[in-house]
Nanobody
Framework: QVQLMESGGGLVQAGGSLRLSCAAS????????MGWYRQAPGKQRELVAG???????NYADSVKGRFTISRDNAKNTVYLQMNSLKPEDTAVYYC??????????????????WGQGTLVTVSS
């Protein structure tokens, strides 16, 4: 009933930029926090950036000053602008949303939703 669809990944040279998008769709009542995570080969998934519904943001130290997270609440969409990309940014990037969705008549349920992931490859 709820889907997160990511787009914008790809191959880019070091120093380049990419913009990721993630649109949430389905029987959504509200979306609280949204975020981007990434997982490099052989490593654990880590938080890249998060944003509350009110626009408060937080970033991993490794991306501060290079990445910017934003969201459009009317479109249930979150973005990640990635500048000055480095080879160590290579990973699968996942969108995450803390939301409530409609489940039956007059019934809402919480959901920690994830996208399918989009690959970002930064060449040196």
């Amino acid at each position: 009933q709820v889907q997160l669809m990511e787009s914008g990944g790809g191959l880019v040279q070091a120093g380049g930029s990419l913009r990721l998008s993630c649109a949430a769709s389905g029987s959504i009542f509200s979306i609280n926090r949204m975020g981007w995570y990434r997982q490099a080969p052989g490593k654990q998934r880590e938080l890249v950036a998060g944003i509350t519904r009110g626009g408060s943001t937080n970033y991993a130290d490794s991306v501060k000053g290079r990445f910017t997270i934003s969201r459009d609440n009317a479109k249930n969409t979150v973005y990640l602008q990635m500048n000055s990309l480095k080879p160590e940014d290579t990973a699968v990037y996942y969108c995450n949303a803390d939301l409530e969705y409609y489940s039956g008549t007059n019934n809402r349920k919480p959901l920690d939703a994830w996208g399918q992931g989009t690959l970002v490859t930064v060449s040196s």
